[in-house]
């Protein structure tokens, strides 16, 4: 089966020519539901004693999409279990060897590590810069998911920054360990990488009816052809256990 993934890109280089600041991870359980959103930039004009308003088109706002991730823990983490309930274990989970493996199958998430993940994307991170600390914007994030075709060009990833992430703590067990949980993630599109430039999203007469346009300088003998159609790779983007997609170290699309 397919699952859904993310990878966090160096905000400074989202080409994929560098590693992922944040490894890709796939997501535990599909979300019910997807919402995609445009906003659309139409500006209306009243005239006094008109039929109609002017329609003016001035520019897009962008897509948002959001959804909410679930996660579950089925079963009490090894290291809490008491002595009794180590007894009744016949399968041996609590084993120095077999708690990883055991403890984060892709049923039994370990919910504190995949929620700091996702809230990861939400941070700065600090460096130095001529003997002076700098902030850096936060992982710029490549989201896959499959079949979808998210991106206009026909990919099923997408370059955007996470704008929100709520958490909702359903069940916790006896020791206030998080035992169900749901992350509502908003996300931005963003068009713009350091190597690609700006690919802005159109409607494309060679690659079906969408396609990723750059802006050229344009030329004082034609003007009118100030836009020039040219789709650009960019890079993709570990938790839920199950296989990735892939996604880091190839090229991904604005």
Avoid at 54 to 73: D, P, Y
């Amino acid at each position: 089966y397919a699952h859904m993934s993310i990878a966090g890109l160096d905000p400074m280089d989202a080409t994929g020519s560098k590693p992922p600041l944040l490894p890709e991870r796939t997501f535990q359980f599909w979300p019910e539901s997807i919402q995609d959103s445009i906003e659309i930039g139409w500006q209306f004009k009243e005239i006094p004693g008109a039929s109609h308003a002017l329609a003016q088109w001035a520019s897009n706002g962008g897509r948002t999409i959001s959804f909410e991730v679930r996660l579950h823990r089925f079963m009490k983490p090894v290291g809490d279990r008491t002595k009794f309930e180590a007894i009744l274990d016949p399968l041996g989970l609590t084993a120095p060897g077999n708690q990883y493996l055991k403890d984060l199958r892709p049923h039994n998430v370990d919910l504190e590590a995949e929620i700091r993940y996702l809230r990861a994307y939400c941070y700065p991170s600090y460096g130095e810069l001529e003997k002076s600390t700098v902030a850096y914007p936060p992982p710029v994030a490549l989201l896959c998911i499959p079949g979808v075709n998210l991106n206009e060009t026909g990919s099923d990833t997408i370059m955007a920054v996470m704008t929100g992430c709520d958490v909702t703590y359903n069940l916790l067990f006896a020791n206030g360990k998080p035992r169900n949980a749901t992350v509502a993630l908003t996300f931005r599109q963003i068009v713009q990488s350091k190597s690609a430039g700006v690919m802005w999203r159109g409607i494309g007469s060679k690659k079906g009816p969408l396609n990723a346009y750059k802006f050229t300088k344009p030329d004082e003998s034609s003007l009118g052809k100030s836009i020039s159609a040219g789709v650009v790779k960019e890079s993709p983007a570990e938790g839920g256990g199950y296989a990735k997609n892939s996604i880091e170290g190839k090229k991904a699309e604005v």
